[in-house]
C-alpha cells in the first residue's frame, strides 16, 4: 500500500485511465483543494453594512476615525473561519481514495499470488486475507476523526492570533499614514484659507 501511495508501483497502475493511489492524492492536494482555496473571496459574505456595524460596536458612542483593531480581527476571524469546510473536505476526498487504494492492493495482491505457486498456499486462507484488509480500513477509519480534529486546531490556532506583523499588514499600514499625512496636510491648508478668507472680509 506505501508503495502504491508513494508511486512506486506503478504496474498495478499503468492500465488505468485515471488518476490512482499517490498522484490521486497529489491532485486533491494541488488542484482540487489549491483551486478552491483560491476561489474563496476574501471579502465574501461581507458587505458595508456588516462592516460599520463591526465597527460601531468596537468604539461604542464615539465616532471612529478609523478602523477599530477589534472589529478588523473580528471580521478576519470570521473570513479565516470560511477556509474550515474546504478543509475538510479535502481530508474527506483523501480518506475516501486511501480507501480505494487498499481494496485496489487487496485485488492486486490476489492476482499476484494466483499466479505465483509459491504463494498459493496463501489461497487457502480467505479470511486472513479479508481480516487483513478489514484491520486496515479500520484502522482508516478511525485516524478520520483525529484528521479532522487536526484541521479544527489548525484553524483554531489561525483564529486566536491574527498576525498584524505580516508584510501585506506592513504595506497597508504605510499607505494609510501615507493617506493620514495627505489629509492632514490637505485640512492644514484648508484651515489656512479659512483664516486668510476671515482677515481678508474684515479689512
Known amino acids: 500500500m506505501a508503495r502504491t501511495v508513494t508511486g512506486h508501483n506503478g504496474k498495478s497502475y499503468s492500465s488505468l485511465p485515471f488518476r490512482c493511489g499517490g498522484a ?24 458595508t453594512i456588516d462592516i460599520l456595524t463591526a465597527i460601531r460596536n468596537a468604539t461604542g458612542p464615539r465616532p471612529a476615525l478609523f478602523v477599530p483593531e477589534v472589529s478588523f480581527e473580528l471580521l478576519v476571524k470570521r473570513q479565516i473561519k470560511r477556509l474550515e469546510e474546504p478543509s475538510l473536505r479535502c481530508v474527506e476526498l483523501v480518506h475516501e481514495e486511501m480507501q480505494r487504494i487498499i481494496q485496489h492492493c487487496s485485488n492486486y495482491s490476489t492476482q499476484v499470488i494466483e499466479k505465483c505457486t509459491r504463494f498459493q498456499e496463501l489461497l487457502r486462507f480467505p479470511k486472513l486475507h479479508d481480516a487483513i484488509v478489514e484491520v486496515v480500513t479500520c484502522l482508516l477509519r478511525k485516524r478520520l476523526p483525529v484528521t479532522n480534529e487536526m484541521v479544527h486546531n489548525l484553524v483554531a490556532i489561525e483564529l486566536a492570533y491574527i498576525n498584524t506583523k505580516h508584510p501585506d499588514f506592513a504595506d497597508a499600514c504605510g499607505l494609510m499614514n501615507n493617506n493620514i499625512e495627505v489629509k492632514q496636510f490637505e485640512f492644514v491648508s484648508f484651515e489656512r484659507k479659512s483664516v486668510v478668507t476671515q482677515l481678508y472680509q474684515t479689512h
Do not use: A, K, Q
Open 24 to 47: 490521486r492524492i497529489c491532485y486533491i492536494f494541488h488542484e482540487t483543494f489549491g483551486r478552491t482555496l483560491e476561489s474563496v473571496d476574501p471579502l465574501g459574505g461581507l458587505n
